[in-house]
């Protein structure tokens, strides 16, 4: 029941829907685009589609069944999610309801929402019922209230949660059963609550003992030495620290509480933590006194790290050899601590708020015999439980939403239906004062507004594209970002002619040896990864290709930017994502659609550095190649043409709407659903010259108008070229042997990520990683081999400290603003503040990069790590480095948000990939116009000098110590206005 997706009507009723990976019956299922039942009989008969994104899901089915085997059930083995190695252990699509019906008796009863009721009655009452319990009375308002799209929507979520918690609490009796309690959240935060009064309480234990018996210790001689013959178990607790007789007794008790709860016998409690006591007392042994050649302390750390005491134990009295330890003594020692543990954890009652007993010692009778056991207060289960609870539904398998978002009345709400499910508006990386500011700032609505704008786009699933890319997975292609299903083979000793690597006599051969094995298993756990990720994208698109539109919450960023809260498949993902996603509401081509999508497809293939009619002419001039490949993607002569593309899927996507659209007869009138991107001509470097008013800049990254688009990563290559041309006859051996290294090597893709990221901020370190994989990729072992890998380090190295040299030399005026910023970020630092500003529509936003003080304590049993992030000090360096590139993230964000709310206020479809904005192919123009205002608009604006201003008002003590605004350039904005390339 669980799986049977809730339906107004069906005509015919209930279509099997082929794709679902359970078998799941279909609901009101939309085309892919693919249009024409007539015009397209030959191209898949499609059936057709209106123009406001209808048509009959059964019909779409029927047709496209025969022409696209994948999609039936003979697939469904291919979307088995892998535990552990590939085809192990394999477990069904965690997205359905099959999971959560197999764990459903894990779930609490107070949490078992009414949701079967839905999805048994399809009645909008029992949603009702559940809406008013949660008090959520805001939802009858939502357009979709009261329909059975609403009605699955809430069954959908609740279901997420319930598998969530579900899994979750089986992790946690798992756990527990093992003895692996105390590991979970909501019992190691109490942990770290009761840390400091128990070492308190532990070393109030210690003086009173050593108070008791310094004079005997000091006639004796050590501590140990007294223990053979005295108070045995109080010198060796004399002999630990505090803060680890503290974490053992917690760990232990705890651990052995939860596991029976009613029943734990204060002896066998007693004597686990004895026998804890014990193997941390020999292991100090070993160090203190320089004994580790008697036991193998590669086992000891292996056995430290799994935790087994009481292996431990037995090496460790095996390796010493004459031990003081026996039964009775673990018991003495361990009642000891026992008896501080029960005298100082508490919790608060949760009515009166009173500290109350955590722990209480009882006693059971049976028959002649009464046995003393520990039982958790009702208090401490109670907490436990809510906080098992409350961390069970972090992070739910939410799939995107089939009704739109409700809109972000708050920081708080906004996005899902129910309140687990929605999270905070931003992703402030535990950052606390980000918090309070978003919760606290009433000027954000315009950022609220455009947020909810771009979550209200309908998307649904391009269904063609989805049996392409399972037919290239299920025939295991292994093309255009679809992982192998085959492993890298792994070398083994025999492979080298001997029984054991360590026999090989050579060190250089037995260490390429080694290399080579590790390289082959990263390369395999890098598969398996994939692999995974994979299945997850498929999951999803099967899920959501039942249904004819679905949504994408969005939240933000620290900084502002835009992210879509489902994981998996969405617009900002891979290829393959953007592959599978189309627009739900399908336009006529009109006058110029035809002549974008061509656009668009030569964007993709990378042939974006001439002109617009040149790129049309570009795909025109392939038009053989386009229908060949729409209609047999996976032929021979397809794929050598349409792997060639930078983004191969879309690439393919947009091959099926030209086809389809030229073989309509009538392109202006087909109705297309495929995105069409513009995106911004290295948009890190536009908004800095825009900010500098950079004349030179602006010319190079498109502000200017232009016959054809400049290129910047072009002219920084050039100025990198000649830079190796002038260095190779350098008289320096070092620079000259590197720039004759990579002569003739250098292309645009060599420097084109650094320059990029030069811009945010992009390190030497960082800079030489990148060239170097590029370098490696060509001429290293991936490549050609004409570089050893040594070679090529020093390559990256060289070129890197080039490129950046030659991005200041051309990007003055850039270079002037981010040293600005960077000296601004210094001056606040400087004085213990964090860097804060507020962006052109409201967003206040605080850079959250303060240093974290740890505080470790390590036993046998357990570690625990105290990490304290408020009031600490800002990390100076990293508030320095980082401000530069998120100001300016900021700000293209602010640039999006302010697009997103004149675009789609004029009821046009909108998404945006940070500097990738996207529409309909009818609306390019449109939305290119409206970019450029908001761009224009955005830049007159005095950003620095309202930065300047804010942070006075934040920091009055910087008042005269801020460096100076660099002086602007004579760059005009109005010609953004009629600059062709600047987004193209």
């Given at each position: 029941?669980?799986?049977?997706?809730?339906?107004?009507?069906?005509?015919?009723?209930?279509?099997?829907?082929?794709?679902?990976?359970?078998?799941?019956?279909?609901?009101?299922?939309?085309?892919?685009?693919?249009?024409?039942?007539?015009?397209?009989?030959?191209?898949?008969g499609?059936?057709?589609?209106?123009?406001?994104?209808?048509?009959?899901?059964?019909?779409?089915?029927?047709?496209?069944?025969?022409?696209?085997?994948?999609?039936?059930?003979?697939?469904?083995?291919?979307?088995?999610?892998?535990?552990?190695?590939?085809?192990?252990?394999?477990?069904?699509?965690?997205?359905?309801?099959?999971?959560?019906?197999?764990?459903?008796?894990?779930?609490?009863?107070?949490?078992?929402?009414?949701?079967?009721?839905?999805?048994?009655?399809?009645?909008?009452?029992?949603v009702?019922?559940?809406?008013d319990?949660?008090?959520?009375?805001?939802?009858?308002?939502?357009?979709?209230w009261?329909?059975?799209?609403?009605?699955?929507?809430?069954?959908?979520?609740?279901?997420?949660?319930?598998?969530?918690?579900?899994?979750?609490?089986?992790?946690?009796?798992?756990?527990?059963?093992?003895?692996?309690?105390?590991?979970?959240?909501?019992?190691?935060r109490?942990?770290?609550?009761?840390?400091?009064?128990?070492?308190?309480?532990?070393?109030?234990?210690?003086?009173?003992?050593?108070?008791?018996?310094?004079?005997?210790?000091?006639?004796?001689?050590?501590m140990?030495?007294?223990?053979?013959?005295?108070?045995?178990?109080?010198?060796?607790?004399?002999?630990?620290?505090?803060?680890?007789?503290?974490?053992?007794a917690?760990?232990?008790?705890?651990?052995?509480?939860?596991?029976?709860?009613?029943?734990?016998?204060?002896?066998?409690?007693?004597?686990k933590?004895?026998?804890?006591?014990?193997?941390?007392?020999?292991?100090?042994?070993?160090?203190?006194?320089?004994?580790?050649?008697?036991?193998?302390?590669?086992?000891?750390?292996?056995?430290?790290?799994?935790?087994?005491?009481?292996?431990?134990?037995?090496v460790?009295?095996?390796?010493?050899?004459?031990?003081?330890?026996?039964?009775?003594?673990?018991?003495?020692?361990?009642?000891?601590?026992?008896?501080?543990l029960?005298?100082?954890?508490?919790?608060?009652?949760?009515?009166?708020?009173?500290?109350?007993k955590?722990?209480?010692?009882?006693?059971l009778?049976?028959?002649?015999?009464?046995?003393?056991?520990?039982?958790?207060?009702?208090?401490?289960?109670?907490?436990i439980?809510?906080?098992?609870?409350?961390?069970?539904?972090?992070?739910?398998?939410?799939?995107?939403?089939?009704?739109?978002?409700?809109?972000?009345r708050?920081?708080?709400?906004?996005?899902?239906?129910?309140?687990?499910?929605?999270?905070?508006?931003?992703?402030?990386?535990?950052?606390?004062?980000?918090?309070?500011?978003?919760?606290?700032?009433?000027?954000?609505?315009?950022?609220?507004?455009?947020?909810?704008?771009?979550?209200s786009?309908?998307?649904?699933?391009?269904?063609?594209?989805?049996?392409?890319?399972?037919?290239?997975?299920?025939?295991?292609?292994?093309?255009?970002?679809?992982?192998?299903?085959?492993?890298?083979?792994?070398?083994?000793?025999?492979?080298?002619?001997?029984?054991?690597?360590?026999?090989?006599?050579?060190?250089?051969?037995?260490?390429?040896?080694?290399?080579?094995?590790?390289?082959?298993?990263?390369?395999?756990?890098?598969?398996?990864?994939?692999?995974?990720?994979?299945?997850?994208?498929?999951?999803?698109a099967?899920?959501m290709?039942?249904?004819?539109?679905?949504?994408?919450?969005?939240?933000?960023d620290?900084?502002?930017?835009?992210?879509?809260?489902?994981?998996?498949?969405?617009?900002?993902?891979?290829?393959?994502?953007?592959?599978?996603?189309?627009?739900?509401?399908?336009?006529?081509?009109?006058?110029?659609?035809?002549?974008?999508?061509?656009?668009?497809?030569?964007?993709?293939?990378g042939a974006?550095?001439?002109?617009?009619?040149?790129?049309?002419?570009?795909?025109?001039?392939?038009?053989?190649?386009?229908?060949?490949?729409?209609?047999?993607?996976?032929?021979?002569?397809?794929?050598?043409?349409?792997?060639?593309?930078?983004?191969?899927?879309?690439?393919?996507?947009?091959?099926?709407?030209i086809?389809?659209?030229?073989?309509?007869?009538?392109?202006?009138?087909?109705?297309?659903?495929?995105?069409?991107?513009?995106?911004?001509?290295?948009?890190?470097?536009?908004?800095?010259?825009?900010?500098?008013l950079?004349?030179?800049?602006?010319?190079?990254?498109?502000?200017?108008?232009?016959?054809?688009?400049?290129?910047?990563?072009?002219?920084?290559?050039?100025?990198?070229?000649?830079?190796?041309?002038?260095?190779?006859?350098?008289?320096?051996e070092?620079?000259?042997?590197?720039?004759?290294l990579?002569?003739?090597?250098?292309?645009?893709?060599?420097?084109?990520?650094?320059?990029?990221?030069t811009?945010?901020?992009?390190?030497?370190?960082?800079?030489?990683d990148?060239?170097?994989n590029?370098?490696?990729?060509?001429?290293?072992?991936?490549?050609?081999?004409?570089?050893?890998?040594?070679?090529?380090?020093?390559?990256?190295?060289?070129?890197?400290?080039?490129?950046?040299?030659?991005?200041?030399?051309?990007?003055?005026?850039?270079?002037d603003?981010m040293?600005?910023?960077?000296?601004?970020?210094?001056?606040?630092?400087?004085?213990?503040?964090?860097?804060?500003w507020?962006?052109?529509?409201?967003?206040?936003?605080?850079?959250?990069?303060?240093?974290?003080?740890?505080?470790?304590?390590?036993?046998?049993?357990?570690?625990?790590?105290?990490?304290?992030?408020?009031?600490?000090?800002?990390?100076?360096?990293?508030?320095?480095?980082a401000?530069?590139?998120?100001?300016?993230?900021?700000?293209?964000?602010?640039?999006?948000?302010?697009?997103?709310?004149?675009?789609?206020?004029?009821?046009?479809?909108?998404?945006?990939?940070?500097?990738?904005?996207?529409?309909?192919?009818?609306?390019?123009?449109?939305?290119?116009?409206?970019?450029?205002?908001?761009?224009?608009?955005?830049?007159?604006?005095?950003?620095?000098?309202?930065?300047?201003?804010?942070?006075?008002?934040?920091?009055?003590?910087?008042?005269?110590?801020?460096?100076?605004?660099?002086?602007?350039?004579?760059?005009?904005?109005e010609?953004?206005k009629?600059?062709?390339?600047?987004f193209?």
């Open positions: 029941l669980l799986d049977v997706p809730l339906v107004d009507e069906l005509d015919p009723p209930h279509h099997s829907h082929p794709g679902h990976a359970n078998g799941a019956n279909g609901v009101h299922v939309n085309g892919t685009g693919a249009n024409g039942a007539a015009n397209g009989a030959g191209h898949g499609w059936a057709h589609e209106t123009a406001e994104g209808g048509g009959s899901a059964a019909a779409d089915w029927d047709a496209g069944l025969d022409m696209m085997p994948a999609l039936g059930k003979e697939f469904d083995p291919y979307l088995l999610v892998h535990v552990g190695k590939p085809n192990e252990v394999a477990r069904p699509n965690p997205y359905s309801g099959v999971l959560y019906k197999e764990k459903a008796g894990l779930v609490p009863e107070g949490l078992r929402m009414t949701f079967m009721r839905v999805a048994e009655e399809a009645e909008t009452g029992a009702e019922e559940e809406v319990r949660l008090g959520l009375g805001h939802l009858k308002s939502h357009p979709d009261g329909t059975s799209r609403f009605n699955q929507q809430w069954f959908l979520e609740s279901r997420a949660l319930q598998y969530s918690c579900a899994n979750y609490m089986e992790k946690v009796a798992l756990g527990t059963r093992r003895g692996a309690g105390t590991e979970f959240p909501a019992v190691s109490l942990l770290v609550e009761w840390y400091r009064p128990m070492v308190t309480a532990m070393e109030k234990l210690q003086d009173a003992m050593v108070a008791a018996w310094v004079p005997e210790l000091r006639r004796e001689g050590s140990v030495d007294k223990a053979e013959f005295a108070n045995v178990y109080g010198a060796i607790i004399v002999s630990l620290p505090a803060n680890v007789l503290a974490i053992i917690m760990h232990e008790t705890i651990a052995a509480v939860l596991r029976q709860p009613d029943k734990a016998k204060v002896t066998q409690v007693a004597m933590v004895g026998a804890a006591l014990q193997a941390e007392f020999d292991l100090q042994r070993v160090h203190n006194e320089g004994l580790q050649e008697r036991v193998s302390m590669a086992f000891i750390g292996r056995l430290v790290k799994a935790k087994d005491v009481r292996k431990l134990t037995s460790l009295e095996r390796g010493l050899g004459r031990t003081v330890w026996n039964d009775k003594l673990r018991v003495q020692a361990g009642a000891a601590l026992l008896r501080v029960l005298e100082t954890v508490t919790v608060d009652d949760p009515i009166s708020g009173v500290p109350v955590a722990l209480n010692r009882q006693v009778y049976s028959k002649s015999k009464s046995v003393g056991v520990i039982v958790p207060s009702e208090e401490l289960q109670s907490l439980h809510k906080g098992h609870l409350d961390f069970s539904l972090v992070n739910p398998k939410l799939l995107p939403m089939l009704i739109r978002p409700t809109g972000w708050n920081a708080d709400e906004g996005g899902y239906l129910a309140p687990a499910s929605q999270g905070f508006i931003m992703r402030v990386h535990g950052c606390q004062e980000q918090v309070r500011l978003c919760r606290t700032n009433e000027g954000m609505s315009r950022v609220l507004t455009a947020l909810d704008y771009i979550a786009t309908p998307w649904k699933i391009n269904l063609r594209m989805l049996h392409w890319i399972q037919e290239a997975w299920r025939l295991d292609l292994g093309v255009a970002d679809i992982p192998s299903h085959k492993d890298v083979p792994v070398p083994t000793a025999a492979d080298y002619g001997v029984e054991s690597l360590d026999e090989i006599e050579d060190v250089d051969k037995r260490y390429e040896a080694f290399r080579t094995i590790a390289k082959a298993k990263r390369a395999n756990a890098n598969l398996h990864s994939l692999r995974c990720d994979m299945i997850n994208k498929l999951h999803v099967v899920e290709g039942m249904h004819d539109r679905f949504y994408l919450p969005h939240n933000l620290f900084r502002g930017r835009t992210y879509p809260v489902p994981p998996h498949l969405n617009q900002m993902g891979s290829d393959v994502c953007r592959g599978l996603l189309t627009f739900a509401e399908g336009k006529p081509l009109g006058r110029r659609g035809l002549y974008n999508l061509r656009v668009h497809l030569a964007n993709l293939f974006n550095k001439i002109t617009f009619d040149q790129r049309a002419a570009w795909s025109e001039e392939r038009e053989g190649k386009i229908l060949q490949s729409a209609d047999s993607p996976l032929s021979e002569e397809s794929l050598a043409f349409w792997l060639e593309a930078d983004d191969p899927w879309q690439a393919l996507a947009t091959c099926f709407e086809a389809e659209a030229v073989r309509s007869g009538d392109p202006e009138s087909y109705v297309c659903n495929l995105p069409v991107h513009q995106d911004g001509s290295c948009n890190g470097l536009q908004h800095y010259a825009a900010m500098g950079d004349i030179t800049g602006g010319e190079q990254v498109n502000l200017v108008p232009g016959e054809k688009p400049s290129d910047p990563y072009t002219t920084v290559m050039k100025r990198v070229v000649a830079l190796v041309e002038e260095d190779c006859e350098s008289e320096d070092d620079i000259r042997e590197a720039a004759l990579v002569r003739g090597k250098i292309d645009r893709k060599v420097v084109k990520q650094t320059v990029m990221t811009v945010y901020g992009v390190t030497l370190i960082g800079a030489k990148q060239i170097g590029r370098l490696h990729e060509k001429f290293g072992d991936a490549g050609d081999k004409s570089l050893t890998e040594e070679e090529v380090s020093r390559a990256a190295l060289y070129l890197a400290k080039t490129t950046l040299k030659s991005v200041g030399d051309i990007f003055v005026g850039a270079r603003v040293d600005y910023l960077r000296e601004v970020a210094s001056t606040v630092a400087s004085t213990g503040e964090a860097v804060k507020t962006t052109p529509l409201g967003l206040k936003v605080i850079q959250p990069y303060k240093d974290e003080k740890p505080h470790e304590v390590k036993t046998v049993v357990q570690r625990v790590r105290l990490v304290s992030r408020e009031n600490m000090p800002v990390k100076k360096q990293k508030q320095k480095t401000f530069p590139p998120n100001f300016v993230h900021s700000l293209d964000s602010t640039h999006l948000l302010m697009t997103a709310l004149k675009y789609c206020a004029r009821g046009k479809t909108f998404a945006g990939v940070h500097d990738s904005y996207w529409t309909h192919a009818c609306d390019v123009e449109e939305l290119a116009l409206e970019l450029r205002e908001q761009f224009i608009k955005l830049y007159k604006l005095p950003i620095l000098e309202d930065l300047e201003r804010e942070l006075l008002e934040y920091y009055p003590h910087l008042e005269g110590k801020l460096p100076p605004i660099p002086k602007k350039g004579d760059l005009d904005l010609v953004v009629r600059s062709p390339y600047f193209s």
